[in-house]
């Protein structure tokens, strides 16, 4: 295993065959076990570990002069999004081709992985069925650009500022008899239940925002994903009035499961943008297995389907990319950014019928 302080006092030649693997070291997940697991599947010279953002980005660096042709991230969407958006500055400067990427779920929240079949008790299954050979197959993931960063989803407002109150959460019972309830999907639901709602609802209302089209035709959708009334032209509102949350979306997935935009895939070529006008805090919780499956529809519940948006709130609004909190924004723009990604799918494939004669 090998961290920058190793790595860049050896020689790294200007192509290498093979795959890299990067992990946080500072990941909970990443233990001594782990470690001696993928040992035994990846040369040691291809697996590396990050301590800080500044060994991450070396790193990133050393893979793209190495040449992998393929690139698995060991983590969350977080780690995920950190590393791609390092490996393709790289290799954009470069003028090299970028590499295939893969995950292992190693992460809190693995949106990424739901959608590539990425298993979480299986991260050293699935990585030795590639190094075999046993499991080649690809498929291209789209990306969105917001705020500079590709990523797979993003959203301001509430959603982000679940994601505040949930580092909140975890600083505070840090250290704690109570430390366990505070990561994970416990953490989330501690984090919404004493900190968003209550929050939420002594706040004086939901945000004002406005969202224009600023793309090709979008289109609004209905509870089943079908194209409602007629496409909205470039540089046309698509919305105004009170909203909780805008997020947006090229995955299905918000993390855990949680299948938080149903039609994200539907129209290839556009993201999936979800607007929270107006809900109830009850309304919500009594309908969590429905939200989580993708199911639930509701007036104050607004999806469409565009290139390139943006939106505007009246005060400053917490924002997240890609699970992770980047502070606080009044504007923010989300857009499609091509041609995304080819990434390792592990999705099972579906049996072929048997013919009967």
């Given at each position: 295993?090998?961290?920058?302080?190793?790595?860049?006092?050896?020689?790294?030649?200007?192509?290498?065959?093979?795959?890299?693997?990067?992990?946080?070291?500072?990941?909970?997940?990443?233990?001594?076990?782990?470690?001696?697991?993928?040992?035994?599947?990846?040369?040691?010279?291809?697996?590396?570990?990050?301590?800080?953002?500044?060994?991450?980005?070396?790193?990133?660096?050393?893979?793209?002069?190495?040449?992998?042709?393929?690139?698995?991230?060991?983590?969350?969407?977080?780690?995920?999004?950190?590393?791609?958006?390092?490996?393709l500055d790289g290799a954009e400067r470069r003028g090299v081709q970028a590499p295939r990427f893969?995950?292992?779920?190693?992460?809190?929240?693995?949106?990424?992985?739901?959608?590539?079949?990425?298993?979480?008790?299986?991260?050293?299954?699935?990585?030795?069925?590639?190094?075999?050979?046993?499991?080649?197959?690809?498929?291209?993931?789209?990306?969105?650009?917001?705020?500079?960063?590709?990523?797979?989803?993003?959203?301001?407002?509430?959603?982000?500022?679940?994601?505040?109150?949930?580092?909140?959460?975890?600083?505070?019972?840090?250290?704690?008899?109570?430390?366990?309830?505070?990561?994970?999907?416990?953490?989330?639901?501690?984090?919404?239940?004493?900190?968003?709602?209550?929050?939420?609802?002594?706040?004086?209302?939901?945000?004002?925002?406005?969202?224009?089209?600023?793309?090709?035709?979008?289109?609004?959708?209905?509870?089943?994903?079908?194209?409602?009334?007629?496409?909205?032209?470039?540089?046309?509102?698509?919305?105004?009035?009170?909203?909780?949350?805008?997020?947006?979306?090229?995955?299905?997935?918000?993390?855990?499961?949680?299948?938080?935009?149903?039609?994200?895939?539907?129209?290839?070529?556009?993201?999936?943008l979800r607007v929270a006008t107006r809900l109830s805090v009850p309304s919500v919780l009594w309908n969590l297995p429905r939200i989580w499956?993708?199911?639930?529809?509701?007036?104050?519940?607004?999806?469409?389907?565009?290139?390139?948006?943006?939106?505007?709130?009246?005060?400053?609004?917490?924002?997240?990319?890609?699970?992770?909190?980047?502070?606080?924004?009044?504007?923010?723009?989300?857009?499609?950014?091509?041609?995304?990604?080819?990434?390792?799918?592990?999705?099972?494939?579906?049996?072929?019928?048997?013919?009967?004669?």
């Amino acid at each position: 295993m090998m961290t920058y302080s190793a790595l860049r006092m050896r020689s790294t030649p200007a192509t290498r065959p093979g795959f890299a693997v990067l992990l946080n070291a500072n990941a909970r997940q990443v233990d001594t076990a782990l470690r001696a697991s993928l040992q035994r599947i990846v040369p040691e010279d291809d697996l590396f570990f990050s301590r800080s953002a500044t060994e991450a980005h070396d790193i990133a660096e050393a893979v793209v002069t190495r040449g992998y042709k393929t690139v698995f991230t060991g983590g969350g969407d977080g780690t995920f999004v950190g590393w791609v958006n390092h490996i393709l500055d790289g290799a954009e400067r470069r003028g090299v081709q970028a590499p295939r990427f893969g995950v292992l779920a190693l992460g809190t929240g693995n949106a990424v992985a739901g959608v590539v079949g990425a298993r979480p008790s299986a991260h050293v299954e699935e990585l030795a069925a590639f190094a075999t050979g046993a499991a080649q197959r690809v498929r291209r993931v789209q990306l969105l650009a917001c705020d500079g960063k590709r990523t797979p989803f993003a959203g301001v407002g509430v959603d982000a500022a679940v994601i505040n109150d949930y580092g909140w959460i975890k600083q505070r019972l840090s250290g704690t008899a109570l430390r366990r309830l505070s990561v994970g999907v416990p953490g989330y639901a501690l984090s919404a239940a004493l900190r968003t709602a209550p929050r939420y609802l002594a706040e004086r209302g939901a945000a004002y925002c406005e969202i224009t089209n600023l793309g090709g035709p979008a289109y609004r959708l209905d509870g089943q994903g079908r194209q409602v009334g007629a496409p909205v032209g470039q540089g046309e509102p698509l919305y105004a009035g009170p909203c909780m949350m805008a997020a947006a979306s090229t995955v299905p997935f918000y993390g855990f499961g949680m299948r938080a935009f149903p039609f994200a895939e539907a129209r290839p070529g556009m993201l999936q943008l979800r607007v929270a006008t107006r809900l109830s805090v009850p309304s919500v919780l009594w309908n969590l297995p429905r939200i989580w499956s993708g199911e639930w529809t509701n007036p104050g519940l607004l999806d469409f389907h565009a290139e390139r948006v943006k939106v505007q709130f009246d005060r400053p609004m917490p924002l997240q990319i890609g699970g992770d909190a980047e502070g606080w924004r009044e504007e923010i723009t989300f857009a499609l950014a091509p041609p995304g990604v080819e990434m390792i799918d592990f999705t099972p494939t579906p049996p072929r019928p048997t013919l009967v004669n």
